[in-house]
């Protein structure tokens, strides 16, 4: 069974280009999260998909936006980046995702370390 | 708004010791999950355990332990028998349940644990 992937592993951007992070969940999950983690500090919920929708969204502005593909693959998508960006992005995937239903354990990939100059 | 305390930042055992690495957390509702992460230095966050706000018994994996006490809002780790390859960032986290569907996890900065031969 295949974990969770992510690519690349790192990037460097200049201040106000854009980015893009990919991740592929682990087979039979169809739910994906994003997270930020800076140096030092635990990891910042962004946002989650499932089946292709946003199910919940952290508190990060409208630059950070994501896609979910009928593969349950994800892409997280930062334009005008800011040296605050800078950060290890990490992707987790879980089995389910249902309004109603009872939490499940989400899985990590290795995550994106993104530099901003 | 739901909060994750840990409260040590950083803890130097030599080999062979145990050690508790301590975890508060806040919540206002009643149905929610507790999660502990390990963070090796390759970044990947690897699942520990998980628990529901329902099961207060305490769980024995190996050498690990956790011990949650509802009463006191806290889930203590516990490595009995430190070894070296223990040494990395462990992370308490926080997921409400709920019907929002939302699965975000909350999680705490963090305890570094470096384990000296």
């Known amino acids: 069974e295949t974990g969770v992937t992510q690519s690349p592993t790192h990037l460097i951007k200049t201040r106000g280009q854009q980015v893009t992070l990919r991740c592929s969940s682990q087979s039979g999950h169809n739910t994906v999260s994003w997270y930020q983690q800076a140096l030092g500090q635990g990891p910042q919920f962004i946002f989650q998909?499932?089946?292709?929708?946003?199910?919940g969204r952290g508190n990060f502005p409208p630059r950070f936006s994501g896609l979910q593909f009928p593969n349950y693959s994800s892409e997280l998508n930062v334009n005008a980046l800011e040296l605050d960006d800078s950060a290890l992005y990490l992707c987790a995937s879980s089995p389910s995702g249902r309004l109603g239903g009872s939490t499940d354990t989400q899985y990590f990939g290795p995550g994106t370390r993104l530099t901003v100059l | 708004a739901q909060k994750v305390t840990q409260a040590q930042t950083e803890i130097s055992v030599v080999e062979k010791e145990d050690v508790t690495l301590d975890c508060v957390y806040e919540?206002?509702?009643?149905?929610?999950?507790l999660f502990w992460y390990k963070q090796p230095p390759s970044g990947e966050l690897v699942f520990l355990i998980r628990?529901?706000?329902?099961?207060?018994q305490n769980e024995i994996s190996g050498r690990y332990s956790w011990n949650f006490q509802k009463s006191t809002s806290s889930f203590n780790f516990t490595i009995t028998a430190s070894q070296v390859v223990d040494s990395a960032v462990y992370f308490c986290a926080l997921s409400e349940g709920g019907y929002t569907g939302r699965r975000a996890l909350t999680f705490g900065s963090g305890t570094r644990l470096q384990v000296q031969p």
């Open positions: 628990r529901n706000s329902f099961d207060e």
């Open positions: 919540t206002r509702d009643t149905t929610y999950y």
């Open positions: 998909y499932y089946r292709e929708e946003e199910n």
